[in-house]
Every structure is written in C-alpha cells, then in structure tokens.
C-alpha cells in the first residue's frame, strides 16, 4: 500500500537567493525524512516594474531595501556560505545585474507542460546566480531550454509570442491576493503557508508533522 503524496507549492523567483537557499533544504529535508512529495512551481516577480537594461546589483539593492554597501557585501557572503553548504554556488561581482524575469516565468509554463519545470527552474538558477546571464534576454533563455534538452526553437517561438503570459500573470495574482508578498513562499497541502528559507530542520519538523511516508507495498 502507497500513501498518496505530500503537495508542495513553491512560489518564487529564479533572481531570488532565498529561493534557491529554501529549495536546497527542503530537498535535504525531503530525503531526510523519507517523505514522498510532489513539488510544482509558481511564478513572482521581485521587479515586476524593472526595465530591459536591468540594474547593477548593488544599487539595486541600496534603492529598494535602504542596504548599505556593506550590509549588502555581508549579505551575499553569507548566502555564498549557505550556498557551498547546500551544493549551491553563489557568485557575486560587482557588475552582477538584476533583471525582469516575466519571459523567464513564462518559460517555465511550457517547460511544466513537457514535464521538465524543474529542471529549467534549477538551470535558471544556476544561469543568474552562478554564470551571471541574463534572464530578460530571449536568445539566452532559448539557449538555456536547449542546453537541458529542450526544443530550443518551440522555446524561441514560445518567447516571441507570448503564449503563457496571460497564464503567468493569473498565476501571480492568485497568489498575491492568497496572500503571498514576499518569496520564497511555501504551501504544505494547499493550507499551510511557510514564508522564508526555514532551514534543514525547521524543514524536517514540518515534513514529520505533515508528510506521509511511503510505505513497503
């Protein structure tokens, strides 16, 4: 006998530290347990407003959270610290830019639809955070998709006419009004909401009290 799968819904942004940060222990957490889940994504965009030329980190940082140089320099060590912990690797420069992520989110629509969002969620990731590429830019996202084995012209195609933004711009609204201001969000089962990278334990706890674990057939 099986027991039917613990729902995870993650709704994040793949410009969002955190967000990776918060995946990697709850994956740690799942596989601590032993508690069978089944994970979907959902889009938010931390710069929903944010122009095609993107901005420098740094003042991006300064302009929308008041950080000073220096807290934002403590910051992004303390992530990287987090990110060598969890198999992550953080990669923080001085050019580093953030960027519109609405194509990128798009994009991720159709990868869900040929089963494979997570795989482009983790290369998406790993292209902003780790290889510094830009997410507003179509032909990179195309190279991407292809680069895990995507169809990357059906990728060129989708980008160019926009066939999932309706579908996105639902998705972040139904989220927003169920509550959800700030990623990573996480809802357990469809009611319990947990906000924030919660940590390899504060993970655990939660999948103990609320996972079901698979059972010997």
């Not at 807290?71 to 420069?93: C, I, M, P, V, Y």
């Not at 990179?140 to 169809?151: H, P």
């Amino acid at each position: 006998m099986t027991t039917q799968a613990l729902r995870i819904d993650i709704v994040s942004d793949v410009v969002c530290p955190w967000c990776i940060i918060a995946y990697r222990q709850l994956s740690q957490a799942l596989k601590d347990t032993g508690v069978d889940a089944e994970i979907h994504w959902h889009p938010f965009e931390l710069n929903p407003k944010m122009g095609p030329e993107g901005q420098n980190l740094t003042e991006h940082v300064a302009e929308k959270y008041g950080a000073s140089p220096e807290d934002s320099a403590a910051n992004r060590a303390k992530l990287t610290d987090l990110g060598k912990e969890l198999g992550f690797e953080f990669n923080f420069t001085p050019e580093m830019r953030m960027h519109n992520t609405f194509k990128a989110h798009q994009l991720l629509v159709w990868a869900k639809e040929e089963d494979r969002s997570d795989d482009l969620k983790q290369a998406l990731f790993v292209a902003h955070f780790t290889d510094q590429r830009d997410l507003s830019d179509d032909a990179v996202l195309a190279d991407i998709a292809g680069e895990i084995g995507l169809n990357r012209a059906t990728a060129v195609m989708v980008l160019a006419d926009e066939r999932f933004a309706e579908r996105v711009r639902g998705e972040e609204n139904f989220w927003i009004r169920s509550g959800v201001k700030g990623v990573p969000a996480v809802v357990f089962n469809a009611k319990h909401l947990v906000v924030g990278a919660q940590g390899r334990e504060n993970y655990t706890n939660i999948l103990n009290q609320l996972g079901p674990k698979p059972k010997l057939q």
